[in-house]
């Protein structure tokens, strides 16, 4: 295999910056898709698109109750693919969602998601990475400042930015519960962490994420210069964002559950290789080694 290029260094002995080479919308102007020309364009400008219902209030309540039937199954809880809260031992994510449940896998091909995957990278996609959020009230810990692509780049072998992840609201956003928080702009430069990747990395980061967390100075530089977007909506809106956006989300210690389905979509023109900064791959029910495109 030849030696792909690394275009993103990161994980090195020094934090560095580096401008992003890669397009942020691969489709050419006026390509066919749910996406009016002026939502790709405001993607292509902040790294994200806001839509206020994505899917209708009636389709909201059968996933709701997909999620808490998953959630409530030992057998889930049990799987290796599901994250536990280490303080309440709630479960707080489910990772590989469309290969456990028939219901989200009808998700992901729903022609008002997966179209508008196809028409951000301007290409056939396939899934990199599902999951359910449950994020309950009364503690869920929420993720500290980071831009997934960094870890997508390191430890799965993503090359390129080439990549959109889509959030969908299963319950109220309110700005109180741990919202999405997003800084306009970032996703166009690429911040290369300092500190390598311990092994198993995973085990924790899915938890509380330590290698590719990037430096307070950095963060306050990007924050000084980008801003911050909270994202609220009812249950039905989501959010795409691209994979290099400086993103983040607190706890929640509200009463109320902040559950979403985050589904990350990569072109097959930006299938994974080797990690770029990791002595092995993450699992495949993290990063996705079958690029069999979503139909
Ligand atoms: O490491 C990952 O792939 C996951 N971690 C976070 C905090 N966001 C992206 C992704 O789901
Ligand atoms: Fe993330």
Request: proline share 7%; glycine share 8%.
């Amino acid at each position: 295999m030849t030696a792909v290029t690394d275009l993103y260094p990161t994980r090195g002995a020094m934090e560095v910056a580096t401008p992003r080479v890669d397009p942020v919308v691969w489709s050419d102007p006026g390509a066919p898709g749910p996406l009016q020309p002026s939502e790709l364009s405001d993607f292509d400008r902040d790294g994200f698109l806001a839509i206020d219902e994505l899917i209708t209030p009636d389709e909201v309540a059968v996933y709701r109750a997909e999620l808490d039937r998953l959630v409530a199954d030992p057998d889930v809880r049990a799987d290796e693919r599901s994250i536990i809260e280490p303080k309440s031992q709630d479960v707080r994510s489910v990772f590989e969602v469309h290969r456990i449940s028939e219901v989200f896998a009808n998700l992901v091909r729903d022609p008002r998601v997966v179209g508008r995957a196809r028409q951000i990278l301007g290409s056939d996609v396939y899934v990199h990475q599902s999951r359910i959020n449950v994020k309950p009230g009364f503690g869920a810990s929420g993720f500290y400042w980071h831009s997934d692509f960094e870890t997508w780049h390191a430890e799965d072998g993503l090359p390129n930015m080439r990549t959109v992840s889509v959030s969908i609201a299963l319950t109220e956003n309110y700005d109180t519960n741990g919202g999405l928080m997003i800084m306009p702009g970032s996703h166009r430069t690429f911040l290369g962490c300092s500190g390598e990747t311990p092994k198993d990395n995973y085990k924790k980061s899915l938890q509380m994420q330590d290698a590719g967390t990037p430096s307070d100075e950095a963060l306050t530089g990007f924050a000084d210069k980008h801003g911050i977007k909270l994202f609220t909506g009812k249950a039905g809106s989501a959010t795409w964002f691209d994979c290099n956006c400086m993103h983040g989300s607190g706890d929640n210690i509200t009463p109320y559950s902040r559950s979403n389905v985050f589904i990350v979509f990569n072109s097959v023109e930006n299938t994974a290789v080797e990690p770029f900064a990791a002595p092995v791959p993450r699992p495949e029910f993290i990063g996705a080694r079958d690029f069999t495109p979503v139909r």
